[in-house]
């Protein structure tokens, strides 16, 4: 009886699956039970791997058995190569499914056979082979040196059954990036190797997943001040480090790679330095001090866009201060968005290359021409002579080119020499670009000097009245070039820095801290930083005759702290796998560079957490990002080798012999021991676990049946087992006790418990003693347990529970075809019920069929019929059922009510 609600609960799963996801194949009468269409229990059958891979030593592979795990009982055998025993287990829903562990290489057969009540119902074997692993050979992580890619291999090439094995090689977006036992990769980031064999059915089998990590020697990012822009203006490229390195600039579809020197840093002028408009990648390189042999190299991408083109030309100059008769011609070379001239406030959009406009009625003067195309502007000043200026303003420009100082260079010079004398006016000062340098006063003097920075520009002379003389031709002020060298803005330091600025140029050094002290040194000499604060820095040549001036550039220092850190092995589970976590306190570890390092300081890991792939000596290194180097001195930890196995053996005499009890001990490694479980295996199969005897060392054992202690070690994985058959004396009574009763506390209804004839009674409720009569009439759910003692004083306990039975259940045709006499309407209930009543009406009311059983069978149909009223098929549509259950055992009485649905 304790199997009719699983059997009838299965049964209307089934039935309203089947209702609502294929009711076309209900109403067709061609229901197809996936199961066993005769009882509608899933059927048993034997699954597991064809192969398995050893790799470290052993490997767990995973049988199924089917089947019903709440009514079968399951046999297991493995015999191994040897002919051997190699596993032996039954029972019910906890070996349903098996995981067996192998350590030795053969072919073994796997044997499974199910019992169902007392009939065997299936028998099956499969083979498993355990075969040798391919030897992993992928690294944890790989160096990829400049632009020379990277290779990973996942296995040793040299596998004997390579060519059987599936490759799929996926980097860290999911995206395959390959199928071969060898990968070649020029992206730094994460890629993951799956490989496996295909067995019989399709399936994987050994396969292996891994995983690495492709990347630099050393952490930094470049940076740049804007990745598009206009031609003529400064790209800036730097580096969130200070490293010196190697830049090199390729125009991408045109040019090679072009060597930029060497510099903390690069700044581009896009018009004088770069190759035109397009496309452009900077590629940064660097040497590391503890990989010599390997270049970090990154890149970063610019694009550069066209300026407006244009020229002008025919100018005409005005014939006098006030004459309003000067002009010249516009030429647009390109498509222009718009044409300024801001001291006229004109303004004309949408130009196309190759469009004149000519412009007149100009006084004489500097105007300024502006253009803009897709964003970037172009300005250039056009000059308006004037023919007839006021003799006292006429003037002569000299030109002085810039010169150095003792700590940088002095700006170019304007000299105005007034032909007439003394002159009082204005005036103004426009470099040829267009960008207005600046205007001044004239207080009635011969001549006077503009200090301006080198470079190309206009002058003119304007008059009390706002008469303009401009000079009529662009002045050149020569530039005259700072030393060159290199050094980062800001320099962030952890600790001690060797600063060493960036030249090739035979030059001294002078640094000024900001609290004045001053210390020299010549190129290639390293200052030791060690304090924060703002500092400059003085180049100066010490070439006798030297062509360049000095140059001072200021600089900032941050000092950070070093990091704090350290290896912590965050888990580890039973098959030697560990994890290990960088404890950074609470640091960011975006901010940070992680390095976990083999005994050989080989880069083993990059991440804050961490998988060893073997035991032995390791070490990590914590260091900050966008900063110059800690001092190197990563902490070391030992990745210790688990114990996987321990002996343990139990030893245990008879029950009875000079007691009632028999003591069962343990002997094992207990240093390597941190929890022990003790079960009870039944003859029957069925297993206890003896909670109350957990982590003792031996116990007491009054109840006849094997006994098994299981010990763990202290992160939980069992390393060891033993068990011992504990034998009874020579009185064989035991207490008679089923492990299921049932009861009905709707109805006070509970079956009588007889274990039989012995000397004493204990009965226990969930664990509290209830009664010590010979017999228990059950009242209440719960486990229950019994010791009685016989007349040898030995003592048996048994152990059985309760469950509810009277709740009705019943499965009642849904629907019906006329036209399939064999498929008929019915009912199914389970053994509860002790009396059934069918009645069926159609749409008005009126009873069409009715059906009475008193003698009722559980999981029989009964209440057949076939559609027929007075001989005659009863119209297709919707009737309404009605089933009236009675059980007089149990004292209750149920209706249900529902549709039938008939079909042509």
């Known amino acids: 009886m304790k199997n009719a609600p699983d059997f009838l609960r299965l049964r209307i799963t089934l039935v309203l699956f089947i209702l609502f996801v294929e009711c076309d194949r209900i109403f067709a009468n061609e229901i197809e039970l996936p199961i066993n269409s005769e009882n509608l229990f899933v059927d048993p059958v034997l699954s597991g791997p064809d192969n398995l891979c050893i790799i470290f030593g052993s490997a767990i592979a995973d049988f199924s058995g089917g089947g019903e795990p709440t009514t079968d009982v399951y046999d297991w055998v493995i015999i191994n ?167 090199l600039i390729q125009k991408i579809g045109g040019t090679e790679l072009i060597d930029f020197g060497n510099a903390f840093s690069l700044s581009l002028d896009s018009e004088e330095d770069l190759f035109g408009s397009g496309n452009y990648r900077a590629v940064f390189r660097a040497q590391d001090s503890q990989y010599p042999d390997c270049v970090s190299e990154r890149e970063i991408r610019f694009s550069v866009k066209n300026q407006a083109e244009f020229i002008y030309s025919n100018v005409v100059a005005a014939s006098g201060c006030n004459m309003q008769d000067g002009g010249f011609l516009f030429t647009a070379q390109s498509d222009l968005d718009f044409l300024r001239i801001n001291e006229l406030s004109l303004l004309e959009a949408d130009l196309s290359a190759g469009e004149t406009r000519s412009f007149s009625n100009f006084y004489p003067g500097i105007y300024v021409v502006e253009t803009q195309l897709d964003g970037c502007n172009r300005t250039e000043v056009v000059i308006i002579p004037n023919n007839n200026p006021d003799p006292e303003m006429l003037f002569e420009v000299v030109e002085i080119g810039e010169s150095c100082s003792e700590t940088g260079k002095v700006n170019g010079i304007i000299r105005v020499n007034l032909l007439n004398g003394p002159y009082t006016g204005e005036y103004r000062v426009v470099e040829a670009s267009g960008a207005v340098f600046f205007t001044g006063a004239i207080s009635n003097v011969s001549s006077f000097d503009v200090s301006v920075p080198g470079n190309n520009y206009a002058i003119e002379i304007i008059s009390p009245s706002g008469c303009k003389l401009p000079e009529n031709r662009i002045l050149d002020i020569p530039v005259k070039e700072f030393v060159p060298f290199s050094i980062p803005e800001e320099v962030t330091i952890c600790g001690d820095f060797d600063f060493v600025p960036v030249t090739e140029e035979n030059l001294t050094f002078t640094l000024i801290s900001s609290s004045g002290t001053v210390e020299t040194k010549n190129a290639g000499e390293a200052f030791v930083l060690t304090q924060s604060g703002n500092y400059t820095l003085t180049g100066t040549s010490l070439d006798p005759s030297p062509e360049f001036c000095p140059r001072t550039i200021p600089f900032s220092v941050v000092n950070i702290a070093v990091p704090n850190f350290e290896p912590v092995l965050e888990s580890e589970d039973c098959f030697g ?173 509970g079956e009588i418990v007889n274990p039989g004839s012995f000397e004493s009674y204990e009965w226990f409720l969930n664990g509290e003693f209830i009664s010590d009569e010979p017999t228990l009439n059950l009242r209440r759910e719960g486990n229950y347990t019994l010791l009685v003692t016989n007349a040898d004083g030995c003592i048996f306990e048994s152990s059985f529970s309760t469950f509810e039975d009277c709740t009705f259940q019943a499965i009642l045709t849904t629907g019906m075809s006329l036209s399939d006499v064999n498929k008929l309407f019915e009912v199914y209930v389970n053994d509860a019920v002790e009396k059934a009543q069918i009645w069926i009406h159609n749409r008005n009311g009126e009873l069409i069929h009715f059906c009475e059983n008193s003698a009722i069978q559980s999981r029989v149909a009964f209440c057949q019929w076939d559609g027929l009223v007075r001989g005659k098929e009863i119209p297709v549509g919707s009737y309404t059922v009605t089933l009236r259950i009675i059980s007089t055992r149990f004292g209750l009485e149920q209706k249900f009510i529902q549709n039938l649905v008939v079909f042509d």
Not at 149 to 170: D, H, K, M, R
Not at 697 to 718: D, L
């Open 81 to 247: 190569p040897s002919g051997g025993e190699h596993f032996t287990r039954n029972g019910g829903a906890t070996f349903q499914n098996i995981s067996v562990q192998f350590s030795q290489l053969g072919n073994y057969t796997v044997t499974l056979s199910v019992r169902r009540g007392n009939d065997i119902i299936y028998t099956a074997s499969k083979n498993l082979s355990v075969i040798q692993g391919p030897q992993i050979v992928l690294q944890p992580d790989y160096l990829l040196c400049g632009s020379t890619p990277a290779v990973l291999t996942a296995i040793n090439p040299t596998t004997p059954n390579i060519s059987q094995y599936t490759f799929e090689w996926t980097n860290s977006a999911g995206d395959i990036v390959g199928s071969q036992n060898e990968l070649s990769v020029q992206d730094e980031g994460y890629y993951f190797i799956s490989l496996f064999l295909t067995n019989s059915s399709g399936g994987t089998d050994c396969q292996i997943n891994g995983g690495t990590y492709v990347g630099q020697p050393r952490d930094f990012r470049l940076l740049i001040n804007s990745t598009e822009v206009c031609m003529g203006e400064i790209v800036e490229i730097g580096l969130d480090t200070p490293i010196p390195g190697q830049w």
């Open 577 to 749: 796998n560990k994890l290990y976590k960088a404890e950074l306190f609470g640091v960011d570890p975006s901010t940070v560079s992680i390095r976990w390092y083999d005994e050989n300081l080989k880069i083993v890991g990059r991440g804050e957490m961490w998988y060893p792939t073997a035991y032995g000596n390791f070490s990590l290194d914590v260091q900050p990002r966008g900063s110059s180097l800690c001092g190197f001195i990563p902490k070391p930890f030992e990745v210790k080798q688990p114990v996987f196995e321990v002996d343990v053996t139990l030893t245990a005499g008879l029950i009875c012999g000079d007691g009632q009890f028999t003591t069962v001990k343990m002997d094992s490694d207990f240093e390597e021991v941190d929890r022990i479980e003790w079960i009870f295996i039944a003859a029957d199969g069925t297993q206890t676990n003896l909670t109350q005897f957990a982590n003792e060392r031996e116990i007491e054992a009054g109840e006849e049946g094997t006994y098994e202690a299981v010990v763990f070690n202290r992160i939980g994985c069992e390393i060891g087992r033993d068990l011992i058959l504990v034998l009874k004396s020579y009185d064989d009574a035991r207490p008679d006790i089923k492990p299921f009763y049932s009861i009905c506390t709707e109805s006070n209804y």
